[in-house]
């Protein structure tokens, strides 16, 4: 299963953007799936997931990003609002054909290519 990425950019502080994935194969409307973030010479980092109609948030996105996804498109997005210079990374796509949508990088078998988000005070 390969995992698409995109929508990514520069943004003003303040302003949105929202990222797609595409996945491969029919998927998502069994696996867990998830975004994370990695900013430079740092983890990479839990943002948001979603399975089963369940999400979690990380407590720094809470109320200014939202999962969502597609089945009938095998595609996921991430909304992001009120995005602030502190948001800008690299952004990743995960998918977990077990379901899980936990916070553990280690839980997810499929991996986008990453997209790039740099967010301007």
């Known amino acids: 299963v390969q995992l698409q990425a995109s929508g990514g950019g520069l943004v003003q502080a303040g302003g949105s953007l929202r990222l797609s994935c595409v996945a491969s194969?029919?998927?998502?409307?069994?696996?867990?799936i998830s975004w994370f973030r990695q900013a430079p010479g740092k983890e990479r980092e839990f943002v948001v997931s979603?399975?089963?109609?369940?999400?979690f948030h990380a407590d720094s996105v809470k109320g200014r990003f939202t999962i969502s996804r597609d089945n009938a498109k095998n595609a996921m997005y991430l909304q992001m609002n009120s995005l602030k210079p502190d948001d800008t990374a690299v952004y990743y796509c995960?998918?977990?054909?077990?379901?899980?949508?936990?916070?553990?990088?280690?839980?997810?078998?499929?991996w986008g290519q990453g997209t790039q988000v740099t967010v301007s005070s």
């Open positions: 995960a998918a977990s054909p077990t379901g899980y949508y936990g916070a553990s990088p280690e839980g997810y078998s499929y």
């Open positions: 979603w399975s089963g109609g369940s999400t």
């Open positions: 194969r029919r998927t998502f409307s069994i696996d867990g």
